[in-house]
């Protein structure tokens, strides 16, 4: 047993971790990003973990290591502090958030093509990344071998084939940033040498919310995501609970998680399994597995990115682009001059028609989630 | 030294550099009451951040730190970090000085600087001015482990506790309970102040200007003088083993480009004085580091006017492998490997050429300290049409307005040497007010 010092502080009322759970965790509102303990970890004050897909306090004894310092409240993605200032921040005043250019396009790589979603968009960007050497990582997603999404922190490009393709259930992205040391030691051992653990620059990959959260702990500037210089946010519909969705899937399509190649959500939930069957599933018939905060969610097309990607509205193996930050909108550029990607040029209409009509989409499409929400 | 006597007089002096700092011990040593004025936390200006000095290689802050702590504890001197003159009244022999302090959030007296509250603030980034932005550090931060005062501060503007009223670890965290969040700006009216002493000192031209055809800020393999002058020193970011931020590789081979935005009609008109010299002292110490080093240095005249400084630069040439190539440089680009390439025109044969290296090195121009137009118009004194004070070339120390002199780079750029001459120069004048001379 640790000694058990009486705490001296000079906060007044502030939230933490007990009312997060109170309030997000046992209300089943957390999106299991993994913000709170990543933090809470990467501090080493040995308070809290994540079970499953769930934060939790360590042990019972664990209780009273907890500092009170509230940030896993503020940070957290569903909580109201915080809000105001990021929403000023990236200048979002509606569901769509600030938008400074949709695109669409996809990779040139013959490889990332055959992998890859739609364009292939984010993995040829973040080799773009890796090849000129504006980042030493990239936190992603990557299946394991029961389709079960795990967070993946990978240092070069031939790592990145692995994680291409959308997932549909959760996985906690901001976790694996908890042990900063762990990943530099990496990065000196598969890149190059650091000479300082703040010096790392990561690109992030994940879901609307889990952006929300990196950018909520961007604006305090504080430990780990410090270290995050570009954010690419996926368009997102819905998420599934990991077993549900399974469950069913087995129910509808008698194959196991270990037998499926790949998914894939159109209209409806393509299902290919290893031997290139392709089912084709009513995405009705999986709503039960939706995990339950998706349902209090407003955001589909990603709006605390710097660049939103998803293949919502795209034709001919295009993946749509929207564009947000002056970081997103220079990167873009340079990649297309580089060559790693193709724009795609609209045939039938102008420019400003084929945008406009895209912005549409989007919009009705986020009413329609939040309208299915509620 | 014994004090001449007790005066009922003060004087203020602004900036505590190596000129600062001078003027403030000679002042005090005869028994002056002297107020030291720094806008940073600590004291030491730019000697404090360079490595070594020339001609004669000394340790800078070796040399430095004693006047450092000297400064701290001479009875006659008081500091005044986080501080700005805000407003001046009255007349040589009597002004009145307004001093803004800006709260340090931490009690300077109780901080035994062990550094707790650092480690666990949870802010990431905050760049270290000392270390020319290489290094991060979090809100609770001193510029290096030997500042004076020895005590930590806390960066106002990324606070959480200050500005969203969370966290409050490091006061937890506070063996001494040094931490005050409760203190405020204040504003401290000091009278009977006989002089006024200018000792601003400088920036650099990569405050102003982003070197954009030098490639900086774009490149990694391309740095300033004052990043190379951390980046060597065995107390900065690589603790003295000189490696590219691209890879971390041992550079075998340097470039150094004289006169970056000094000499132009796109940056500043006048040369900056020491380049030439810091520069060769720069590849002499880099040699030293790794004896198979070639530096190359580009530059347009060797303008290195003291006594010895001729033997330096031909030291440079013959015993530490440094090239001196007359030119003038066009662009630079990098390779695939992140090598800097090098495109100039050889004054000698007029050709244009093309060199790779592993790191060029931006001797780049001093310029007068950002705060200088805002004190100007306090002081109510005239700058030159460079923006340094203007003063008579026979009394280089006094400016425009009787009673207020000035020294070192708030006057022209110089080197230590003369900036330490000037400063007992301006500190003698500063006691002849007060001694009724």
């Known amino acids: 047993m640790t000694e058990v010092k009486p705490k001296k502080t000079v906060l007044k009322d502030v939230k933490i971790f007990k009312n997060l759970e109170d309030e997000i965790i046992k209300t089943n509102k957390c999106c299991a990003c993994g913000a709170c303990v990543a933090y809470c970890s990467s501090q080493s004050f040995d ?14 004894a664990n209780v009273d290591n907890c500092k009170e310092c509230g940030l896993c409240y503020y940070i957290c993605p569903q909580t109201e502090p915080l809000m105001r200032q990021i929403n000023e921040e990236y200048r979002i005043k509606d569901e769509l958030g600030y938008i400074q250019d949709v695109v669409a396009a996809k990779t040139t790589d013959e490889k990332i093509k055959e992998m890859g979603q739609d364009g292939g968009l984010v993995t040829t960007l973040l080799t773009y990344l890796f090849d000129k050497n504006k980042i030493d990582a990239a936190i992603v997603s990557e299946y394991d071998e029961n389709l079960r999404p795990i967070p993946k922190i990978i240092y070069n490009k031939e790592e990145l084939l692995k994680s291409s393709g959308t997932r549909y259930s959760i996985s906690s992205n901001i976790l694996p940033l908890k042990d900063l040391y762990s990943i530099a030691e990496e990065i000196v051992e598969k890149q190059h040498q650091i000479y300082d653990i703040n010096q790392i620059r990561m690109a992030f990959v994940g879901t609307p919310c889990q952006c929300r959260a990196v950018r909520k702990m961007q604006l305090l500037d504080i430990s780990p995501t410090h270290v995050i210089k570009y954010v690419f946010g996926l368009f997102c519909m819905e998420n599934f609970d990991y077993e549900k969705l399974f469950q069913l899937v087995k129910k509808e399509t008698n194959e196991d998680p270990t037998n499926i190649a790949k998914m894939n959500i159109k ?59 002056e970081k997103g909108q220079d990167l873009i550029r340079n990649v297309i001059i580089a060559g790693y990607i193709n724009k795609f040029t609209p045939k039938k209409s102008t420019i400003d028609e084929w945008k406009a009509s895209k912005i549409d989409l989007f919009r009705r499409m986020t009413n329609n989630k939040i309208k299915k929400s509620k | 030294m014994k004090n001449l006597g007790v005066n009922s007089k003060s004087v203020v002096i602004i900036g505590a550099g190596i000129a600062g700092i001078q003027a403030a011990l000679d002042l005090g040593d005869m028994g002056i009451q002297v107020h030291l004025v720094e806008k940073q936390p600590c004291i030491g200006g730019r000697m404090a951040q360079l490595d070594k000095t020339f001609p004669t290689l ?54 035994t600087n062990c550094g707790d509250c650092a480690e666990i603030c949870p802010i990431r980034g905050i760049t270290n001015f000392f270390d020319a932005n290489l290094v991060t550090q979090s809100a609770a931060q001193t510029a290096f482990p030997a500042a004076v005062p020895a005590a930590y501060r806390i960066d106002p503007s990324k606070c959480l506790y200050l500005n969203y009223e969370i966290c409050g670890l490091c006061y937890q965290n506070c063996g001494a309970d040094a931490i005050d969040f409760t203190q405020k700006d204040s504003v401290l009216s000091l009278d009977n102040v006989g002089a006024i002493i200018v000792a601003t000192g400088l920036d650099l031209a990569e405050d102003i200007h982003t070197l954009n055809i030098y490639g900086y800020q774009k490149y990694d393999n391309v740095v300033t003088a004052m990043e190379l002058e951390r980046l060597i020193c065995a107390s900065g970011p690589q603790a003295g083993h000189l490696s590219r931020l691209s890879d971390g590789k041992h550079p075998h081979k340097i470039a150094f480009l004289q006169c970056i935005d000094s000499r132009t009609q796109r940056g500043q008109l006048y040369c900056s004085s020491i380049c030439c010299m810091y520069t060769t002292k720069e590849a002499i110490i880099a040699y030293e580091h790794n004896n198979e080093l070639e530096s190359y240095v580009f530059y347009i005249d060797m303008r290195a006017g003291g006594k010895g400084f001729q033997k330096f630069l031909r030291r440079g040439a013959e015993e530490y492998n440094i090239k001196y190539i007359k030119s003038k440089i066009s662009h630079i680009q990098v390779d695939e490997n992140e090598n800097p390439i090098i495109t100039y025109e050889d004054y000698e044969t007029s050709e244009i050429k093309q060199l790779t290296v592993d790191l060029v090195v931006l001797a780049t121009c001093i310029i007068p300290s950002r705060g200088i137009y805002k004190l100007a118009d306090v002081l109510g004194i005239e700058l030159n049409h460079y923006d340094y004070v203007k003063t008579n070339p026979f009394l280089p120390v006094e400016t425009s307005v009787e009673g207020i002199y000035t020294c070192g780079c708030a006057r022209e750029p110089m080197d230590i040497p003369r900036s330490v001459a000037e400063a007992s120069g301006a500190a003698a004048r500063a006691a002849e007010v007060i001694k009724g001379g």
């Open chain 1, 47 to 60: 308070v809290i973990k994540m079970e499953g897909y769930t934060p939790k306090f360590i042990a019972d």
């Open chain 2, 58 to 111: 000394d340790c800078s802050i070796c040399i430095l730190a004693p006047k450092l702590s000297e400064c701290y504890r001479h009875s006659n001197i008081t500091l005044h970090t986080l501080s700005e003159v805000q407003k001046i009244g009255g007349a040589v022999g009597d002004f009145t000085v307004d001093v803004l302090k800006h709260a340090r959030y931490v009690k300077e007296d109780v901080c």
């Open chain 1, 267 to 325: 209209k409806n939930f393509f299902i290919t399994n290893k031997e290139n069957k392709v089912y084709e599933v009513e995405l009705k018939k999986f709503d039960d597995a939706v995990r339950n905060h998706c349902h209090e969610c407003d955001e589909f097309t990603s709006r605390f990115a710097d660049i939103s990607f998803g293949g919502s509205g795209a034709v001919q193996q295009n993946s749509m682009v929207v564009i947000r930050t």
